[in-house]
């Protein structure tokens, strides 16, 4: 039997060690390609000119040709206004990147030596610049559909006496979500080139599982025709008439006599539910939309080497604009209400 990807070498390329070990110099010219390529040339974040600013290197900033404002590598993009060294945030980015089951504030606090309001913000941060340039086109060929609810148990009261039945709607956790996710499976021929789980993948959230819901979301992400894989929840019962359907009934088994599963969503909720329960703990609906992209960039990344990982996410921390729910957040700039995709 070959090695499993995960063991060999070619799955660790970069470790938390080289990062942590860069000189200023070599963090900046890190962040720098990444956001403007290899060319003298930079970008005005104030009023978009290419050119050559003229750079002063003891503050390693440069002054626009065109409007005369100042700029540094970092401005216009996710880590705009950093207080930290460059390089913490790389470091910060290795250890996220590594973390495939996700990592929680008080960790990385730790890990960095900054407080946890400050841990918190990055990870956020982090997840913002996934989330920037996420591909939300419509998946197609053979996709695979499940929800799984999330933030639902309520506490049980010490003395059955005064339990409650918990099944009612009045007395369910009003945090409760549910986390639609839509997976593209590889062809038959992109497997055979060692292809590791879903090609793609869509995570939203939704009240609840249902008919409605799926009337919104299907045709908005899933090309009509396509295959459609789901379980037995009658929410996508109305599918039947737009795509080829197959059903798995999870009460009587996992795999249908027909070959057909929901795996690749189950692959997500399990990964998700390890994150939940062993890293991030709580999970409150306003940015729940967030860790469920995180999951499935994680998902979708599963059998990339790290060190190509990390220049992922770092590319999009260069690219992505300066934070509008996350920037000056302890000084009351927060994102006011949940995202719910229907
Ligand atoms: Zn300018």
């Known amino acids: ?52 600013h003229y750079f002063r290197p003891a ?18 993009t996710i880590f705009a206004f950093h207080k930290l060294p460059l390089r913490v945030y790389l ?23 900054v407080q946890h309001k ?25 996709v695979h559909v499940d929800g799984a609810y999330v933030g639902g148990s309520v506490r049980p009261e010490n003395r059955k006496a005064d339990r409650v039945d918990r099944r009612l709607t009045e007395n369910q956790n009003p945090n409760k979500r549910c986390i639609l996710v839509m ?19 869509l995570a939203m959230v939704i009240e609840k599982e249902t008919q409605a819901a799926m009337a919104i979301l299907a045709p908005r992400f899933i090309v009509p025709g ?29 795999r249908a006599e027909d070959g057909t599963t929901n795996n ?28 469920a992209h995180e999951v499935a960039y994680r998902e979708d990344t599963r059998g990339w080497a790290n060190g190509r990982i990390f220049l992922d996410i770092v590319g999009k921390c260069a690219h992505a604009l300066t934070s509008r729910d996350w920037c000056g957040y302890w000084q009351g700039n927060k994102r006011l209400g949940e995202c719910l995709a229907a």
């Open 1 to 52: 039997m070959s090695q499993h990807f995960l063991l060999s070498a070619a799955a660790r390329t970069l470790s938390v060690l080289e990062v942590a070990g860069l000189s200023d110099d070599a963090a900046f010219a890190l962040f720098k390609r990444l956001r403007w390529g290899d060319r003298e040339e930079v970008g005005c974040p104030h009023c978009g000119l290419v050119h050559k």
């Open 59 to 76: 503050r390693q900033i440069w002054r626009c040709a065109g409007c005369g404002e100042d700029f540094s590598v970092t401005s216009g």
């Open 91 to 113: 470091v910060a980015t290795i250890l996220f990147a590594n973390a495939v089951k996700g990592l929680s504030a008080l960790q990385m606090a730790r890990d960095l030596g």
């Open 118 to 142: 400050t841990a918190y913000v990055l990870l956020h941060k982090l997840r913002e610049a996934l989330d920037s340039a996420r591909d939300d086109s419509p998946l197609a060929g053979d």
């Open 183 to 201: 997976r593209e499976n590889p062809t038959p021929e992109e497997r055979k080139d060692g292809f590791r789980g879903a090609k793609r993948t």
């Open 226 to 254: 396509s295959t459609v894989s789901a379980d037995e929840s009658d929410a996508y019962d109305p599918l039947h008439a737009k795509y080829d359907m197959r059903r798995v009934n999870h009460s009587r088994e996992y």
């Open 264 to 291: 690749q969503a189950e692959s997500y909720f399990s990964r998700f539910r390890r994150m939940h329960f062993g890293q991030i703990h709580k999970l409150a609906p306003k940015y729940l939309d967030r860790y």
